[in-house]
T-cell receptor, first 114, second 111 residues
Framework: EAQVTQNPRYLITVTGKKLTVTCSQN?????MSWYRQDPGLGLRQIYY???????DKGDVPEGYKVSRKEKRNFPLILESPSPNQTSLYFC?????????????FGNGTRLTVT | TQLLEQSPQFLSIQEGENLTVYCNSSSVFSSLQWYRQEPGEGPVLLVT?????EVKKLKRLTFQFGDARKDSSLHITAAQPGDTGLYLCAGVDFGNEKLTFGTGTRLTIIP
């Protein structure tokens, strides 16, 4: 089944403890992206990647890192999480790199930082 | 920064009623997408509109792109409980080709 898989689905951590949220897609998509979803603010892009070894900042990149060593994987790293990073995170991918290419989303990771 | 405003923010109606939700911006879009997000899941693409004035139908859902490509609407006929969810519009800015999501309309259909 074609899908984007995120892990974990739920994560509770403490301020400053490094964490990684994994994202993997099995559709051979070129483009991958991370979003955070907050009430009243919609989906905001954190980072995106057009291809292997190519990553760029989105609208809210502060406090996050990503890597794209393989086409299928795009992990999101929080080196020193803070409470304002408590949010619902989505990984997405698309076949093409055009901005209007349909996005396929994972089922989300709900992160709580205390 | 492109702002995409969706209205209403919340909508709760009885099964069988009709409804329209809106997506508005001051910017011109080269294309606009509509997604539906159900609880515990990620958004799923419903439709993409690219031409000013374009109308697309998906069963009981009708999507319209404004003539000036600054706004869009989603009309649902005879709403059913399965239509419940968060509806998100996302526009690609004509100038910078950046994709921006709206804040969403949370729709609840009461059986």
């Amino acid at each position: 089944e074609a899908q984007v898989t995120q892990n974990p689905r739920y994560l509770i951590t403490v301020t400053g403890k490094k964490l990684t949220v994994t994202c993997s897609q099995n559709m051979n998509h070129e483009y991958m992206s991370w979003y955070r979803q907050d009430p009243g603010l919609g989906l905001r892009q954190i980072y995106y990647s057009m291809n292997v070894e190519v990553t760029d900042k989105g609208d809210v990149p502060e406090g996050y890192k990503v890597s794209r060593k393989e086409k299928r994987n795009f992990p999101l790293i929080l080196e020193s999480p803070s409470p304002n990073q408590t949010s619902l995170y989505f990984c997405a991918s698309s076949l093409g790199t055009r901005r209007d290419s349909p996005l396929h989303f994972g089922n989300g990771t709900r992160l709580t930082v205390t | 920064t492109q702002l995409l405003e969706q209205s209403p923010q919340f909508l709760s109606i009885q099964e069988g009623e009709n409804l329209t939700v809106y997506c508005n911006s001051s910017s011109v879009f080269s294309s606009l997408q509509w997604y539906r997000q159900e609880p515990g899941e990620g958004p799923v693409l419903l439709v993409t509109v690219v031409t000013g004035g374009e109308v697309k139908k998906l069963k009981r859902l009708t999507f319209q792109f404004g003539d000036a490509r600054k706004d869009s609407s989603l009309h649902i006929t005879a709403a059913q409980p399965g239509d419940t969810g968060l509806y998100l519009c996302a526009g690609v800015d004509f100038g910078n080709e950046k994709l921006t999501f709206g804040t969403g309309t949370r729709l609840t259909i009461i059986p």
